[in-house]
């Protein structure tokens, strides 16, 4: 393949053909991909054998590596990115190992019928934004309590309490209501003094101590002292990593299987 | 594309051509790949833009969805199984939609340059085999102590005891002592005697309750009455259950980003 092509594809290569074609373009770090019948052995912290069958094998730049079967959303084996590959000839078969030195781990591909190589030069400078709102922030607390604090237990949420809604209503550690009201931008002193108002509500019912924690991934210039003065609490959180444990634990869900 | 054929490339078609090509290979049912120049929207539990960049696309047979970048172990945006799939032409780009119903989401892939579409009908039936030892599953238990019962707590792993090594020990909920014993395969009358030596030797020291169980993906048969003589518990634990968390346990430690 023509080292120079930013799309260099082998259509149904023999074997020999392959190899070179790999190796070249791993040595310029290209995003390669390689379809054909393989098999794989992976040994690491535990061991793994997948017998023949027609797959997808993609190399990254980054070094990492991927096995996908024609089924599935996860990876059948991976390298996770800086492994060291070494590809070579060895009876007719293409192979490929993905070796990684802490943990010491590798994967072998083997392929003897190969459809496709391709060599790629992704051109790829496009930023990834995600976004989680207030509620997203909530539905991720009630998952994760220890987003709000260690021993933090949720009772209820959407709260009606004079003045409007508490975001999430629970009791600490040491047996302490709390009060969690959630902010996804930089909060001001508008939103400390929502939550001095919940906790005032709350106090005149109960006769309980009653904490009001802030959440937010982070709070303006002179709030600091405000909470202070309002003995109320802080705990910067981001809605990013909100949405990444709501994806996540959907995705635990469908993990029945596991994988490499 | 013929759609008698098993491997069908199109190389930089046009964005119509690749339009066809994806509706045909997506009512048959076909692993899909397209290559090329895509931005994505991705609206559900919470929502994420991605601008343009050349990138993989891969649709599986199982109605899945990822898109790869260059880098990067895992997809940038993905859907699991069991998406519906609408294309389109529009403004002279190709839109992909994958839309799921159960949580209500969608992601959807412009394609407005395409180097490559490809649609294969992968012949896979190799089966996969995934390997523990009893150490791994040591790991997994330290890592995740509730897989032996909720609210046990390791102490120490390897103890030297006579008449041997103590595989994992530790205290349960209660605040009783308690010696683990590990077997990867069936446990035997053997394995129950080993552990009741164990649980023997450390209640001659300790003035404390001493509660035995055997961790091990079953017992065999008759085990259990011998269990019950000697008041020991068993624990059902695959050894795959564990590869499986350990794999994923290293996987978190890279996840710094979020994803989709």
């Not at 003045?163 to 209501?177: A, L, S």
């Not at 002193?189 to 939550?195: D, G, P």
């Not at 006769?207 to 303006?220: H, Q, T």
Request: charged share 25%.
């Amino acid at each position: 393949m023509a080292s120079s092509k930013p799309f260099a594809v082998l259509l149904s290569p023999d074997v020999k053909e392959a190899v070179k074609a790999v190796k070249e373009a791993v040595s310029q770090r290209k995003t390669i991909l390689v379809i054909g019948n393989c098999w794989v052995h992976y040994r690491g912290r535990a061991s793994s054998k997948l017998k023949p069958g027609e797959r997808i094998l993609i190399i990254k730049e980054d070094g990492s590596l991927l096995v996908h079967r024609s089924v599935g959303y996860e990876p059948v084996n991976w390298q996770p990115p800086g492994c060291i590959f070494h590809t070579q000839l060895k009876n007719n078969v293409l192979e490929i190992h993905a070796v990684r030195q802490k943990p010491a781990e590798s994967v072998k591909v083997f392929f003897d019928k190969i459809h496709m190589v391709s060599a790629l030069s992704l051109v790829d400078a496009g930023e990834f934004s995600l976004y989680a709102s207030e509620e997203d922030m909530q539905k991720a607390i009630l998952l994760e309590p220890s987003l709000v604090e260690e021993g933090f237990t949720p009772m209820s949420y959407e709260k009606k309490v004079e003045p409007g809604f508490v975001d999430v209503y629970g009791v600490d550690k040491d047996g302490n209501f709390v009060v969690v009201e959630i902010k996804r931008k930089t909060a001001g002193n508008e939103a400390v003094l929502q939550l001095a108002r919940y906790v005032d509500a709350i106090k005149s019912r109960v006769n309980r101590e009653v904490r009001g924690i802030l959440v937010a991934p982070n709070i303006a210039k002179g709030v600091q002292s405000l909470l202070a003065t309002l003995e109320l609490d802080f705990k910067a959180l981001h809605p990013k990593k909100c949405a990444g444990i709501l994806k996540r634990s959907e995705t635990r869900k469908l993990e029945t299987f596991f994988e490499k």
